[in-house]
C-alpha cells in the first residue's frame, strides 16, 4: 500500500520534471531574445519575462498567435505555438525568478 504510493509519487514527479525539460527546450529559441535567464533581454524594446504572471504570459503570447496583438518579431514566434506549448512556456517562465514587481498605485496617481 505505502509502496505504491511512493511509486504513484515518484511517478509524478518524475513526469513533471519531463515537462520541465521540455519547456525549457522549448524556451531556448526565446532566450535568443528574452535572454538565457528571461531576465537580461538583449535590447532594451525586448520585455523581461522572468517571474511574470503565467496567465499574462499566456494571454499575450495567444494574443501574438491570434493576430490581437501584433509585433513584427513576436507575431513570428507566437505562430507556431500550440496550446501546450503556450501553457508550458507560461508555467516555465513565470517560475523563473525575476525583478519584475507591481508598483504601488500612488507612484503613478497622485
Ligand atoms: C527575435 C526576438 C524575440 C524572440 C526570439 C522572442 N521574442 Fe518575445 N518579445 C520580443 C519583443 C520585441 C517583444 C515586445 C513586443 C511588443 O511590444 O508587443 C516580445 C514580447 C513578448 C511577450 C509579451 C511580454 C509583455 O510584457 O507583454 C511574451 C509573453 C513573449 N515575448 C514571449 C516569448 C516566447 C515564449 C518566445 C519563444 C517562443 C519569444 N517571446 C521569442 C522579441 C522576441
Known sequence: ???SFFIALLAFV???AQADAAA????EVCAACHG???NTPISEDIPRLAGQYPD???R???DYKSGG???ALMSGQAEGLSAQDIEELAAYIGALPGTLKVLPL???IR
Do not use: I, T, V
Request: glycine share 0%.
Open 106 to 108: 500612488h507612484r503613478f
Open 56 to 58: 499574462y504570459l499566456a
Open 36 to 38: 538565457a535567464d528571461f
Open 1 to 3: 500500500m505505502k509502496a
Open 69 to 71: 496583438r501584433k509585433n
Open 14 to 16: 518524475s513526469s513533471s
Open 60 to 62: 499575450a503570447m495567444a
Open 24 to 27: 525549457a527546450q522549448k524556451a
